[in-house]
């Protein structure tokens, strides 16, 4: 039988949590009927530590989940043992490659105090900074190298094939650039302009600009610089389902 005073425990501590961190924060809750969206995520949450361990004995039967507008996730889910407060876990982002996880350590998730003020306080100075590093490393593995595009200034990477790459900030730029024959790939983002005909290349490459500039959008164009992660970090697997890792089989 669902327990509904827990279930309204967490959505409100989920409700407070995501007012009081940095940045805008958006909360949703997940119930035992969203099996569906709690698989999805349980595939998702990124810990290779006290959440896996957790969840490897207790399913995900609701959580709730922060987003900010980013893309950034984090899941608020119960605590199953004799202390009150939750944990909180971060969620690996949809649908990039596994490549991409390679050399980023699992931003694990903590145990929170019942107080949802104090609990913003310890995922702000802890959780939050780790999973922001995380994300930054995973998303510019992603890229392969290209440059991201800020929202005023689309960046255009040559590749060593003589395509064209490049990571928009937004869709204003993502739909004149489609428009021009550059694909996008599902998975990263990327759109690519082949260079198979150098004519139909340049002819797209000069008049992309001025409806660009039209947005208030300039571009640039360059080489692609070497491959380097935004901060050092040690060796990793790409992530698993948290529900099926082995915490003793952590490496750190």
Known sequence: MHDHTASERLASYADVLAGELPDTWTSTHLTADDKDDLAELTDRIWDLDLVAASLAEHPLQQAAVLSRPDGAQLVLIDRH???DGFLLAAVAPHALPDEAYRGVPEPNGIALTDDPFLGAEQVAGDLLVRYDRALAQVRHNALGGIQPSQPDRVVL??????????????DRAGTILAAHGFVQDPHSGIYR???DDSQ????????????????????????????????????????????TRAPTARTR
Request: charged share 15%; proline share 14%; glycine share 10%.
């Open 157 to 170: 990477t040559w590749q060593p094939d003589g395509s064209v790459a490049t990571a928009p900030a937004d």
């Open 193 to 195: 302009l082949k260079g």
């Open 81 to 83: 043992d004799e202390r």
């Open 200 to 243: 139909a290349q340049a002819r797209a490459l000069r008049e992309i600009g001025p409806q660009l500039d039209a947005l208030g959008i300039g571009t640039a164009l360059q080489h692609p610089a070497a491959r380097t992660a935004p901060t050092a970090a040690p060796a990793s697997m790409p992530p698993a389902p948290a529900g």
